[in-house]
């Protein structure tokens, strides 16, 4: 049996200066005292782990929380002891970025940065409870190109509470006028126990109607200013493609180090504990952190492989989803244009595209 040879590293800095209202990932607030214990635990999980990475690893992303407010000196630590990759991304807050984090990043190997903007709108980011203002956007993204990172991405959320379909293309407009290199736009979520749900729950069912024709507005904008409508959510310049993101929907195996961190190896799926005393303590003793550990079978691995991989603007190898495929569904979505099968597999049309998750449920055998 071949050693295992993972191509992509996740990294999870959960360090924040506050919590969102909407935002249900793992992050812990503030508490500076503790990045370097947590750095040291981290380092400690990829040296225990390191031997299932390839020799030549693809791509490296460090997510958050905000993996820029970690203190620079223990996020220099971390990316010093990153293996070498084709694509280093970070996440990061506008509002963190300085002339003295964007050299930090780009001295270190950090060839990608991937900003939170979310909205141009002053008014829109006090809603979503965000510190950046829309200068600091800008300044972020022109920090990090006189520093020498020529990839930069743009979040965008839509859907915000308030927001009408004027507004969405002003921040459209905002962002292009940045000439980034790829853009994701997402509609807001009410995440059910969030702060944010309970706040403006009844609004965001109001404003359900309206979201279609937002995110058609979003497509049709970025497809017409030249860019590739390469994922459901995602929009790229030509070759710009988050690599590491792809490899999450091409079903493809990656390493998750650090709290809540998931795996996925070889038809097996582990996520690291949400609790930062716990981590830190079992990986002080040498040990690895508390995990939950589910085994995948063909099945899932097949209905997990159609899902993601249908969210891709790329034909889909039926055989890689066959087991999962409801072959009568499949005819009566061609039929309705909603879904095309070519010579070298499965892809939905742009109708298709444009109902996402709902055309990808009705194929699920």
Known sequence: MSAPAVRHLYVHLPFCAHRCG???FVTVVGRRGQHGAYVDALLAELELE??????????????GGTPTFTEPA??????????????VTVEANPETV?????????????????????????????VLERRARPGDVRRAVHLLRHAGIENISLDL????????ASDVAADIGEALALSPEHLSCYELEAKPGTRFTHAHGEELERQAEAI?????????TLVGSGYRWYETASF??????????????????YLGLGIGAVSTLDGVRWRNTPRLAAYVAALAEGERPPREQEQLDEDTRARERLMLGLRLDRPLALADVRVALDVDALARLESLGLAEQRADGLVLTSRGRFLGGGVTAELLA
Request: hydrophobic letters at 40%; charged letters at 20%.
């Open 236 to 253: 790229c310049l030509q070759g710009r493609q988050a690599r590491h993101n792809l490899g999450y929907w091409r079903g493809r195996d």
């Open 98 to 126: 300085t002339p003295a984090l964007a050299e930090l990043l780009a001295r270190n190997g950090v060839n990608r940065v991937s900003l939170g903007a979310q909205s141009f709108n002053s008014a829109f980011l006090d």
């Open 212 to 220: 279609e024709g937002y995110f058609e507005l979003v497509v049709e």
């Open 157 to 164: 959320l839509y859907g915000i509470p308030g927001q009408s």
């Open 50 to 63: 390191r031997p299932l990475l390839a020799e030549q690893v693809e791509t490296v992303f460090l997510g």
């Open 74 to 87: 223990e996020l220099r630590r971390v990316l010093l002891a990153l293996p070498q990759a084709e694509e």
């Open 22 to 24: 909407y935002c249900d």
